[in-house]
């Protein structure tokens, strides 16, 4: 079955403590991505890699940080920088190149703070 | 900077209506547009891929229609139906950047 897996689904987190988010894909895809999603805000990119051992911030990394050991996982920590880290949080992954580029996204994690 | 704005924000219709979704974009350099359903609290689910070279693409009760020139797509919805109901989110691409999401179009469908 070939997909994105993120876990966990909910995730509780405690004044100034760090927490990690998994993202798995098994569709060989270079790329991969972290959205954040709050109601009445679409989506904002937190940061991507289009290839192990190299990603780039997007528009709202301050506070998370990320790394690309393997190409199929890209997990995200929360650090406890991010002073507002209530959210739903996306991971996705698509090919590189010109075609054939569609986007494939993970079920989401919930993380609430406590 | 691309922009990407869906209008409207939340649409209701009568169960059987055929609907449009619009999605518009600032800069007409796309590689591809994407649409994709969300359902509450889960995941993104993609419907459409539309490269820039085509103009419509068609997955059962959807079609979507591209006009790259003018900055917009729209999401046809033929005989809608309450599992219909979700948040339609289009989004586009230009060269290895990450897609740009609009901020969606909550669609109820009324039985």
């Known amino acids: 079955d070939g997909g994105i897996t993120q876990s966990p689904k909910y995730l509780f987190r405690k004044e100034g403590q760090n927490v990690t988010l998994s993202c798995e894909q098994n569709?060989?895809?270079?790329?991969m991505y972290w959205y954040r999603q709050d109601p009445g805000q679409g989506l904002r990119l937190i940061y991507y890699s289009q290839i192990v051992n190299d990603f780039q911030k997007g528009d709202i990394a301050e506070g998370y940080s990320v790394s690309r050991e393997k190409k199929e996982s890209f997990p995200l920590t929360v650090t406890s920088a991010q002073k507002n880290p209530t959210a739903f949080y996306l991971c996705?992954?698509?090919?590189?190149?010109?075609?054939?580029?569609?986007?494939?996204f993970g079920q989401g994690t919930r993380l609430t703070v406590v | 900077k691309q922009e990407v704005t869906q209008i409207p924000a939340a649409l209701s219709v009568p169960e059987g209506e055929n609907l449009v979704l619009n999605c518009s974009f600032t800069d007409s350099a796309i590689y591809n547009l994407q649409w994709f359903r969300q359902d509450p609290g889960k995941g993104l689910t993609s419907l459409l891929l539309i490269q820039s070279s085509q103009r419509e693409q068609t997955s059962g009760r959807l079609n979507a229609s591209l006009d790259k020139s003018s900055g917009r797509s729209t999401l046809y919805i033929a005989a809608s139906q309450p599992g219909d109901s979700a948040t339609y989110l289009c989004a586009v691409k230009q060269g290895n950047t990450p897609l740009v999401f609009g901020k969606g179009t909550r669609l109820s469908v009324i039985a």
């Open positions: 569709l060989n895809h270079d790329a």
């Open positions: 996705a992954s698509s090919r590189q190149g010109r075609t054939y580029t569609e986007a494939f």
